[in-house]
């Protein structure tokens, strides 16, 4: 709600801009910005955080007078669904706010965002689609924006407050059980501190509670896979690496274990 709030706030108090400029016939010239919908904005949003960042790019399009064709994550479909269920019973005409499923490549992605119809694309995601989007969209030509996989870094430097960089550390690696594009996913520690706050790092991940399961068993694996060639290449595993078992329903979802 804050998301859509925001970006009509903003765009309710954009203004348009006129000036003159000298010309070399000395008639002078009237400059004047004039805002315009882009057309049709294809939304692909991933699987993280899914309605959040369906609304990071649905709401901006949306407010400067696009129409939209969502695609979601084909691992988390359900808020999409719900949104244009809100859309419809808020009075959305038709055709403003559409939405699509299906997987990327060689599916509902693809065809999407190749297609001559679409004229603008936001994308949130991996890379490697990324610059399949790019490649795209190159032929029409039509505008993108990205919001790509990164490895975020914390640094932690000798002088630091242990126990508050431990605390932040903790917070920015685990939230979401780890499962967000801006969470630390590796951390570089001063030396002289490196012993303290690996240990109390790993004290405090044993203390986490209700982390939850990865969204797949891909995406688990993926992790394990992580953890596994960490070990092999000589570094100690101090918490966790492993996956539970809890003889239930539990079972059939995809946790880690955390705790040692």
């Not at 904005?41 to 960042?53: D, E, G, Q, T, Y």
């Not at 992605?109 to 790019?134: C, K």
């Not at 996989?149 to 630091?160: E, P, Q, R, T």
């Amino acid at each position: 709600m804050a998301n859509f709030r925001s970006h009509a706030d903003l765009l309710a108090g954009r203004s348009e801009r006129s000036w003159h400029t000298p010309t070399p016939d000395g008639q002078g010239a009237l400059n004047y910005t004039v805002h315009k919908p882009l057309g049709v904005v294809a939304v692909v949003s991933p699987w993280n955080l899914p309605l959040l960042l369906l609304s990071w790019k649905v709401a901006p399009a949306l407010a400067t007078g696009s129409t939209v064709v969502a695609k979601p994550s084909e691992l988390t479909p359900g808020t999409a669904c719900l949104l244009a269920e809100v859309m419809a019973e808020a009075g959305v005409p038709a055709g403003v706010f559409n939405l699509v499923h299906g997987r990327g490549p060689g599916a509902a992605g693809q065809w999407l965002t190749e297609h001559p119809g679409v004229d603008a694309i936001a994308f949130t995601g991996a890379s490697r689609t990324g610059t399949e989007i790019m490649r795209a969209a190159a032929a029409r030509p039509a505008p993108v924006s990205f919001e790509l996989g990164g490895k975020n870094a914390g640094l932690v430097f000798a002088d630091a407050d242990l126990q508050e960089a431990v605390a932040g550390t903790l917070r920015s690696a685990f939230t979401h059980s780890g499962q967000v594009c801006l969470c630390t996913e590796r951390v570089y520690v001063e030396r002289p501190v490196f012993d303290a706050f690996a240990a109390a790092l790993a004290a405090g991940a044993k203390e986490l509670s209700g982390y939850g399961p990865m969204v797949s068993a891909a995406h688990r694996a993926k992790v394990l896979g992580h953890l596994e060639r960490a070990a092999a290449d000589g570094g100690e595993v101090l918490a966790g690496c492993g996956v539970p078992r809890f003889g239930d329903e539990r079972d059939g979802g995809f946790p880690l274990v955390l705790p040692s």
